[in-house]
Every structure is written in structure tokens, then in C-alpha cells.
């Protein structure tokens, strides 16, 4: 059973960084693409970062310049790194995996930034 397992969240300062980690079980599965997205309280989710399997990445106007996304080492993995944090970026994240033509979903790690 394929699953998407995230790590790193947790509560820092504004203006520190964190970095998240996400990968995807089933390592024989073809991921053509792995992104993060977002959720803060009483708003709708919104895509954060995204790479597809020959590597394109993108990024939302509001992490522009400040956040990383890039593959792991290990197939099937996801990394994003968070620089510069803000408040309003605190959240529950969460990965999402495109994973043999489905899709799959982690159970989302918080991110809280304090000012």
C-alpha cells in the first residue's frame, strides 16, 4: 500500500528557517510528481512547491525567493527547504504525491511561526 509520509514540521521564529521532508513508500512506484501545499486555519489549501520526475519545479508567488523545492537522494523523495519564514506562513503542510496515474496525500505536518 502505497503511503506519503512527511517530517520536519514544528514552531520557530520568524525570519528561521525549516526544512520539510516528504517520501513516498512504494519505491518501485513511478512518481511523475511530488508537491507541498498548504493550509492555514480558514483558508482554502494552496499549492506551495512542486517538481515533476525530470526535475521542473515551481513555486508560489508567496514563497518565491524564500523557499527550495528539490527531489531527495532516495527515489521518491521530496525536500523543501523554508527560509526566511513569516507568520503568515504558518500552516498545517502537507505533500502530495502523483504516484502510478493516482494520488496520494500525507497526513500534513504543522509549521507555526512566531513573530
Known amino acids: 500500500q502505497v503511503q506519503v509520509m512527511e517530517s520536519g514540521g514544528g514552531l520557530v521564529q520568524a525570519g528561521k528557517s525549516l526544512r520539510l521532508y516528504c517520501n513516498c513508500t512504494?519505491?518501485?512506484?513511478?512518481?511523475?510528481?511530488m508537491a507541498w501545499y498548504r493550509q492555514a486555519a480558514g483558508k482554502q489549501r494552496e499549492l506551495v512547491a512542486s517538481?515533476?520526475?525530470?526535475?521542473?519545479?515551481a513555486l508560489s508567488d508567496s514563497v518565491k525567493g524564500r523557499f527550495t523545492i528539490s527531489r531527495g537522494n532516495v527515489k521518491n523523495t521530496v525536500l523543501v527547504y523554508m527560509n526566511s519564514l513569516k507568520p503568515e506562513d504558518t500552516a498545517v503542510y502537507y505533500c502530495y504525491a502523483l504516484c502510478n496515474g493516482m494520488e496520494y496525500w500525507g497526513k500534513g505536518t504543522l509549521v507555526t511561526v512566531s513573530s
Open positions: 517538481v515533476t520526475s525530470d526535475g521542473t519545479t
Open positions: 512504494e519505491r518501485v512506484a513511478s512518481v511523475t510528481r
